[in-house]
């Protein structure tokens, strides 16, 4: 496990919640190869639907962009070995936050 190697960029999550983040993206790490993003990011999305309600988003990688809006205390986003993780759930443009 790769916990306590993380280190959190930016959040609105509850602490709770971007410790079990992070947790997830570790358990992903130890059953998938470093380079296979999307099986990574689709382990962490299904564990968060399962775990918090459907309609969570995931981005794993090390380059990329994005705009996108999310509902209030759900977004984290935070690097684990050389990868980011971008986690958060979708929301309408009225009811939420961009970062």
Same mark, same amino acid.
């Given at each position: 496990?790769?916990?306590?190697?993380?280190?959190?960029?930016?959040?609105?999550?509850?602490?709770?919640?971007?410790?079990?983040?992070?947790? !997830?993206?570790?358990?992903?790490?130890?059953?998938?190869?470093? =380079?296979?993003?999307?099986?990574?990011?689709?382990? #962490?999305? +299904?564990?968060?639907?399962?775990?918090?309600?459907?309609?969570?988003?995931?981005?794993?990688?090390?380059?990329?962009?994005? !705009?996108?809006?999310?509902?209030?205390?759900?977004?984290?986003? =935070?690097?684990?070995?050389?990868?980011?993780?971008? #986690?958060? +759930?979708?929301?309408?443009?009225?009811?939420?936050?961009?970062?």
């Amino acid at each position: 496990m790769l916990e306590g190697k993380a280190l959190v960029d930016d959040s609105d999550m509850p602490l709770k919640m971007q410790i079990q983040a992070m947790s !997830f993206a570790s358990q992903a790490l130890d059953l998938y190869d470093v =380079f296979d993003c999307t099986s990574i990011a689709g382990f #962490i999305k +299904k564990e968060f639907d399962g775990k918090y309600g459907s309609g969570w988003q995931c981005v794993v990688g090390s380059n990329f962009g994005c !705009f996108f809006t999310h509902s209030k205390g759900t977004f984290i986003y =935070f690097t684990m070995e050389r990868l980011k993780f971008l #986690i958060f +759930k979708g929301a309408s443009a009225s009811s939420s936050t961009s970062p």
